[in-house]
């Protein structure tokens, strides 16, 4: 089985400063890995993925995760962020084949401040 | 890119009753969608998967009896709510697995989320 933490609840930073948000994930078999972000009242939406590969993925609003297996980690990264980047973020595991389920962290709520 | 169509967004029922929720493929064929339930400032917790044509799998815990799904075809997967109580108040989350994707389990849609209040 899988399981996903995401110790931080609530990172707040100022705005054009860089963020970090930490993932820990603890699995027996290879995974994928996610994260997700969701805007108030409204679904998730995908915003990069680890498969295989590169262990830094990138999205193309600015968002990075680096894959560290030794470390079992999946952190989010943004050198500066933007106010608009305040929503909550999701890291996520699945199986890499099997039963294509996947197991969310509890989330890290981003406030940007002004 | 693919987008999975969620009604209603808000709903306020009564005790008792039944509360539908739809999830659509608009424009892909979802071989498998799951279904989610969010408590406020919580993550999501996957109650059950359903496939075309065949039952869903439901989660451990989760009351097969009381959250009825349905994936009648490769478009449509629908939950249902019965006899609802305000315990069931949550905000529920769909998402589709694209025919397309093959053996691949990555990737997947999402609705936009479902607001149950039941009072």
């Known amino acids: 089985a899988q399981s996903v933490t995401q110790l931080d609840s609530q990172v707040p930073v100022f705005e054009e400063a860089p963020v970090e948000l930490r993932c820990n994930y603890s699995s027996s078999v290879s995974v994928y890995l996610f994260w997700y972000v969701q805007y108030p009242n409204q679904g998730l939406q995908l915003l990069l993925k680890?498969?295989?590969?590169?262990?830094l993925v990138k999205s193309i609003n600015g968002f990075e995760a680096e894959f560290n297996k030794s470390q079992t980690s999946f952190h989010l990264r943004k050198p500066s962020v933007h106010i608009s980047d305040t929503a909550e973020y999701f890291c996520?595991?699945?199986?890499?084949?099997?039963?294509?389920?996947?197991?969310f962290g509890t989330g890290t709520r981003l406030k940007v401040l002004a | 890119g693919a987008v999975v169509s969620q009604h209603p967004s808000r709903v306020i029922c009564k005790s008792g009753t039944s509360v539908k929720i739809e999830c659509r493929s608009l424009d892909f064929q979802a071989t498998t969608m799951f279904w989610y339930r969010q408590f406020p400032k919580q993550s999501l917790m996957l109650m059950a998967t359903?496939?075309?044509?065949?039952?869903?799998?439901?989660e451990q815990g989760v009351e097969k009896d009381k959250f009825l799904i349905n994936h009648a075809s490769l478009t449509l997967s629908t939950l249902t709510v019965t006899s609802a109580h305000p315990e069931d108040s949550s905000f529920y989350i769909c998402?589709?697995?694209?025919?397309?994707?093959?053996?691949?389990?990555?990737?997947?849609?999402f609705g936009s989320g479902t607001r149950l209040t039941v009072v």
């Open positions: 996520a595991v699945s199986e890499a084949s099997g039963t294509y389920k996947y197991i």
């Open positions: 359903s496939n075309e044509g065949s039952k869903a799998t439901y």
């Open positions: 998402s589709a697995r694209d025919r397309r994707q093959g053996a691949s389990n990555y990737g997947y849609t």
């Open positions: 680890y498969l295989s590969g590169s262990t």
